[in-house]
DNA sequence: TGCTTATATAAGTATTTAATTATATAGTAA
DNA sequence: TTACTATATAATTAAATACTTATATAAGCA
């Protein structure tokens, strides 16, 4: 009983899924969650372009945001109805976790600064 | 070992399928080869945009032809170096072969016709 | 308060895309 | 040959898309 999603929706996810960016975007989160400014280190486009990707992957509920005071950190949404068949995809792609590593991308916020509140 | 396939080719492949009626065309081939004519009946967009479609999927190896007479037939290309990552996903997605089996489409060629030339 | 930083939104633009209609190509059959 | 059928290609168009710059919002800090 694996098709629980319908040809419509698959071809929207798949849609989303086709863009180099966001599809680098996602399998990035997969390594590990990410804010908004590391992700404008990691590519090569504007930080608009970068908002408006992620809003697009949050509209349908396959990424989640975290607000740390001005900071917004950006996850998998594994609660997502769809996240096994996103998954499923991103399990063959090749591992982004090295190029998150070699470019250093660190977001300020630290837990420290969020707790001295 | 999984990932023979890059972020660039695989989201190449991945517009290729975000769209509606390719992604239904593929799943479809996933149930037997269909020849155009059967193709131009079970969808709602002109003969042309029909071939248009047909042609990027063979652009990027994911489909084959075969011709037979005036009829030209296609068929999943099984040999495709991204075979592995489009069988995947196909999987997830709803059985198209009754939807074929209803619409009672059928391309006139038959065995017979093609031996007696 | 005003200044800075992080992010989102608005507006505009160039490119891509999926469709259409019209036409070309090629096989079959009279 | 001519006519018919199946398919492909060309040309065009409307809509979608991915980006840009400019601006708005909102949080943190002097």
Redesign the interface.
């Known amino acids: 009983m694996?098709?629980s999603?319908?040809?419509?929706q698959?071809?929207?996810?798949?849609?989303?899924?086709?863009?180099?960016n966001r599809?680098?975007m996602m399998?990035m989160l997969e390594a590990r969650s990410l804010c908004v400014c590391e992700f404008v280190e990691l590519f090569n486009i504007s930080q608009p372009a970068i908002s408006q990707h992620l809003r697009k992957l949050k509209d349908l509920g396959l990424i989640q945001e975290e607000k740390k005071g001005q900071w917004v950190h950006y996850s998998i949404n594994s609660a997502c109805e769809y996240y096994?068949?996103v998954k499923?995809?991103l399990?063959?792609?090749?591992?982004q976790f090295e190029i998150i590593k070699n470019s250093n991308v660190q977001c300020n916020v630290s837990e420290d600064s969020m707790l001295r509140k």
């Open positions: 694996k098709p999603i319908s040809m419509e698959a071809s929207k996810i798949l849609k989303l899924l086709g863009e180099r599809l680098t399998k096994p068949f499923n995809i399990d063959s792609l090749p591992d």
